[in-house]
RNA sequence: GCUUGUGUGGCUCAAUGGCAGAGCAGCUCACUUGUAAUGAGCAGGUUGUCGGUUCGAUUCCGACCACAAGCUCCA
C-alpha cells in the first residue's frame, strides 16, 4: 500500500471516529489506523454496533465527507494535550506512554479533533469512495484481561473502480476457500458433531497420502528417519516435560484404570523416549528422528477455522539431537529444507523470530543465548525475517514459517525451536569423546506444520487444481457413446495397469456435460474416445487448463503424464 | 473464551405468525450424443436443538449448539 493510500485511509478512520462521536457522544476513542485492506477505529460504547447501526454511521461519514473539512495538524505541550483529550481516557493512556521530548501532534477536522500522527489528506472531502464492512469486538491493546472494545472495520480507495476490483476480489477469494472447495471436491468436512475435528474423504486421502510421499522421500533424503510414539501417555511424563505446568489448559485428559493420562498436545515428551531408548555415541549425531505425530489442543471455539485451525491435527514433527558445535548445521539445514518443499508448490513464505514468553522454562541466560543462535543463523543464510517478541514455546525461541491464504490471512506452517530445557527435564545423554556423558541439545521441527493446515493452504494456493502429482484422480476416462464402451474400457485399464489415477464416466449422458463435470473437478486430463479414435487406437486428450490437445496413442499420453510428473 | 451476525432437503438459495418452494445433485425412463449443463417423471423437510409467547411458530422471545468475520490464542 503507497503512502498516498494510507493517508487516505487514516483520514476515513478519524471521518469514522467523527462520525460516530457526533451519534454516539458518549463513545470513547481508542485507536484507528490504516491496515493493508482498509482501515479500522476502535470505540468504547455502550452497546455493539449492529449491522444497522454501521448504515447510520456511514451515512453519517457521508455528510462529513461532503462537508469538505480541511484537516489540519498541530502540535501541543503534554500538559496541554492531556488537558485536550481530558475525557478521553485511552487518548490519555497513549499520551502518557509516548516518550519524553516525542513531539504530540494532533489533527483537526471540523469539530473533531484525534491525537493522530498522520499524515492524512487535506480535506475531508477527498474520501469518497468508502465502505464499511464489520463491527467486531477487540481488546484494548490487543490484551484480553482488557477492556473489550467495539472495532468497526472499513475500506477506501482513490476510485470507485478501485473499490469494485476490491470486492471483486474478495468474491474470486471465497471462491478458493478451502472449506467450499473441500466439499464440492469431496477431499474433506467439518461437522456439528466435531467441532475442530476434521473428516478426511477418499479423495482428500489421496492428496493425504501423496503429500506424505512427497514428505518422505524428501525426509529420507535429508536424512531422517521415522518413528511413531504414542497418542496417550501417563500425566507424570507431561509434569517431566513441563507441559502440565505451561500447556495444562490446552490438554485434553483422560483415566485408566484410575490413573490419569493425557491425549498428546505435542509429540516432544514421547520423542524424548524414543531417544532414551539406547545410549548414543556422539559418532551417531546428530540424530534425526521424524514422526508424523497427531496431535490434540483444546483450541477456542471462537478460533477454529475450517482446516486452518482445528483441535486434532497430525504434525510432521522431527526432533533432532546433536552436539553443541553442530547446532548452526543443523539449524540451516531445516532452514534449506524448507525452502526446497515450498519451492515445490511455489509458495511465498514470511519468517519470523519468536523470542521468549511469559511463561518460560529454565535460564533466562540460555534462553538469550538461543535467540542468538537462531538469529545468527537466519542472518548467515540472508533470509528476511521479523522478531515476534514473547511468542516462542515455553521451552525454547523458534524461527517461525508463514504461508497465506486465499484472503492474504497468514498462518503458521513450518517452525524450527531450539531447545536447551527438554533434554534437562529428560536426563538425554551422549558419550563423547571423552568417554563421558554429555547432554545433546535438540530441535524441534516442523516443515508442512500442520499436515491439516497445510492441504487447506495448498488448496486455496491451487484453487483445488492441484498439480498431476497430488491430483485425487489424474485422468478421466469419456466414451462419447456406449458403443464406445467397451474401448473406454480398455483405455481405463491400461491406465491404471501403468499405476494412474483414473476414472471412467460411461454414463449416458452428452459429452459437452461429461466434460462440465470433469472441469468442475478439475481432473487435470480428460480422454475423449468416438469413433475416430477406437479406429486408430488413439485417445483425444483434453486438459483441464488448455483445453483440446488433440489425438494421440494412449502409451504417448501416459508418457506425458510421466514426464509431468517427474519434475517434482 | 469475547463481540456482531447466520442456521430452511446432500449442495446453492426462495418464502411466510395460518398446508414450506425452486435449481443443482440423486433415482427411473427416453435420447446415442464430438470438447463446460438433453428432455420428462419420481423421490427427498419435525425449517440446528431445547424451552417460552400464541388458537396456531419455520417466522416473535430466551437458552444452548454449530458456523462466519474479527479479537485473543496458536501448527
Not at 533424503?221 to 495444562?248: D, M
Request: glycine share 6%.
Amino acid at each position: 500500500m503507497d503512502d498516498q493510500l494510507r493517508a487516505l485511509r487514516h483520514s476515513a478512520s478519524h471521518i469514522l471516529a467523527q462520525a460516530v462521536t457526533r451519534l454516539y457522544p458518549d463513545a470513547k476513542l481508542a485507536i484507528g489506523p490504516a491496515i493493508e485492506q482498509g482501515f479500522y477505529y476502535d470505540f468504547d460504547v455502550e452497546k455493539p454496533f449492529t449491522p444497522e447501526d454501521l448504515e447510520a454511521i456511514e451515512a453519517e461519514m457521508k455528510v462529513i465527507a461532503r462537508e469538505r473539512y480541511r484537516i489540519e495538524r498541530f502540535e501541543l505541550p503534554r500538559e496541554q494535550a492531556l488537558e485536550t483529550v481530558r475525557s478521553q481516557p485511552y487518548k490519555r493512556e497513549l499520551i502518557c506512554a509516548l516518550p519524553e521530548g516525542e513531539p504530540i501532534s494532533f489533527y483537526k477536522q471540523g469539530e473533531f479533533t484525534d491525537l493522530c500522527a498522520g499524515p492524512h489528506v487535506d480535506h475531508t472531502g477527498r474520501v469518497k469512495v468508502f465502505k464499511l464492512t464489520s463491527a467486531t469486538a477487540a481488546y484494548w491493546r490487543g490484551d484480553a484481561r482488557n477492556q473489550t472494545l467495539c472495532r468497526v472495520y472499513g475500506t477506501a480507495f482513490f476510485t470507485k473502480e478501485e473499490l469494485q476490483a476490491h470486492l471483486t476480489a474478495l468474491e474470486e477469494a471465497a471462491k478458493r476457500d478451502h472449506r467450499k472447495l473441500g466439499r464440492e471436491l469431496d477431499l474433506f468436512a467439518l461437522y456439528d458433531e466435531g467441532p475442530g475435528f476434521p473428516f478426511f474423504f477418499p479423495k482428500g486421502m489421496i492428496l493425504r497420502n501423496e503429500l506424505l510421499a512427497f514428505w518422505r522421500q524428501e525426509h529420507k533424503r535429508a536424512g531422517y528417519e521415522e518413528i511413531s510414539t504414542p497418542l496417550i501417555l501417563r500425566e507424570e511424563l507431561w509434569h517431566r516435560s513441563g507441559h502440565w505446568e505451561h500447556y495444562k489448559d490446552n490438554m485434553y485428559f483422560t483415566n485408566i484404570d484410575d490413573s490419569g493420562f493425557v491425549i498428546k498436545p505435542m509429540n516432544c515428551p514421547g520423542g524424548m523416549l524414543a531417544y532414551k531408548r539406547r545410549m548414543w555415541s556422539y559418532r551417531e549425531l546428530p540424530v534425526r528422528m521424524a514422526e508424523l505425530g497427531v496431535v490434540h489442543r483444546h483450541e477456542l471455539s471462537g478460533a477454529l477455522h475450517g482446516l486452518m485451525r482445528v483441535r486434532s491435527f497430525t504434525q510432521d514433527d522431527a526432533h533432532l539431537y546433536m552436539t553443541p558445535e553442530q547446532i548452526p548445521s543443523e539449524i540451516v539445514g531445516v532452514i534449506e529444507l524448507v525452502d526446497r518443499i515450498y519451492k515445490v508448490f511455489g509458495f511465498e513464505y514470511r519468517v519470523e523470530l519468536s523470542t521468549r514468553p511469559e511463561s518460560y522454562m529454565g535460564e533466562i541466560a540460555t534462553w538469550d543465548k538461543a535467540e542468538r543462535i537462531l538469529e545468527d543463523a537466519l542472518i548467515a543464510k540472508s533470509v528476511n525475517y521479523r522478531v515476534n517478541p514473547g511468542d516462542g514455546a515455553f521451552y525454547g525461541p523458534k524461527i517461525d514459517f508463514h504461508l497465506v491464504d486465499s484472503l492474504g490471512r497468514s498462518w503458521q506452517c513450518a517452525t524450527l525451536q531450539l531447545d536447551f530445557q527438554m533434554p534437562e527435564c529428560f536426563e538425554l545423554e551422549y558419550i563423547g569423546p571423552d568417554g563421558a556423558a554429555h547432554r545433546p541439545v535438540m530441535i524441534h521441527r516442523t516443515v508442512l506444520g500442520s499436515l491439516e493446515r497445510f492441504i487447506g493452504i495448498l488448496t486455496e494456493h491451487y484453487a483445488g487444481a492441484f498439480p498431476l502429482r497430488f491430483s485425487p484422480v489424474q485422468a478421466i476416462v469419456l466414451p462419447l457413446t456406449d458403443r464406445h464402451a467397451e474401448y473406454a474400457r480398455d483405455v481405463f485399464a491400461a491406465l491404471q495397469d501403468a499405476g494412474f489415477r483414473a476414472e471412467l464416466d460411461a454414463r449416458s449422458e452428452k459429452i459437452g456435460y461429461k466434460i462440465r463435470q470433469a472441469q468442475v473437478q478439475k481432473i487435470p486430463y480428460m480422454l475423449v474416445l468416438g469413433d475416430k479414435e477406437e479406429e486408430n487406437g488413439t485417445v483425444a486428450v483434453r486438459s483441464r487448463s488448455g483445453g483440446d490437445l488433440g489425438a494421440m496413442k494412449c502409451c504417448e499420453f501416459m508418457e506425458k503424464m510421466r514426464q509431468e510428473l517427474n519434475i517434482t
